[in-house]
């Protein structure tokens, strides 16, 4: 079992920053594939970015929305992974997960075993 503890989310304003932390625990060794998804109100949940962890990050991933903006990254001693969040926009005001995956990183929710509880972002304008 892999235990995944997301912190870091609260409010800001438009054009705001925020770092969002996961500190992953437990079973870590089948893991090849660490993500953020967010799921706003009444909307499906969404890849952010998907970080695979024995392959070179340039095979980092990001959702076109967010592109230039927000970086994911991670922290192998700590086992902790991060999401980086600049000139966050109202639209993006959405629960962030971060998901754990045995399985190449793909941008469908599915394929990911291991979920977060979530922390929530809230942009106002």
């Known amino acids: 079992q892999v235990q995944l503890v997301e912190s870091g989310g609260g409010s800001v304003q438009a054009g705001g920053s925020l770092r969002l932390s996961c500190a992953a625990s437990?079973?870590?060794?089948?893991?090849?594939?660490m993500a953020w998804f967010r799921q706003a109100p009444g909307k499906e949940r969404e890849r952010v970015a998907t970080?695979?962890?024995?392959?070179?990050?340039?095979?980092?991933t990001y959702a076109d929305s967010v592109k230039g903006r927000f970086t994911i990254s991670r922290d192998s001693a700590k086992n902790t992974l991060y999401l980086q969040m600049n000139s966050l926009q109202p639209e993006e005001t959405a629960m962030y997960y971060c998901?754990?995956?045995?399985?190449?990183?793909?941008?469908?929710?599915?394929?990911?075993?291991?979920w977060g509880q979530g922390t929530q972002v809230t942009v106002s304008s």
């Open positions: 970080l695979p962890l024995y392959v070179s990050t340039a095979y980092t």
């Open positions: 437990g079973r870590l060794a089948g893991i090849y594939c």
């Open positions: 998901a754990a995956g045995s399985l190449p990183c793909k941008v469908v929710s599915s394929t990911y075993n291991y």
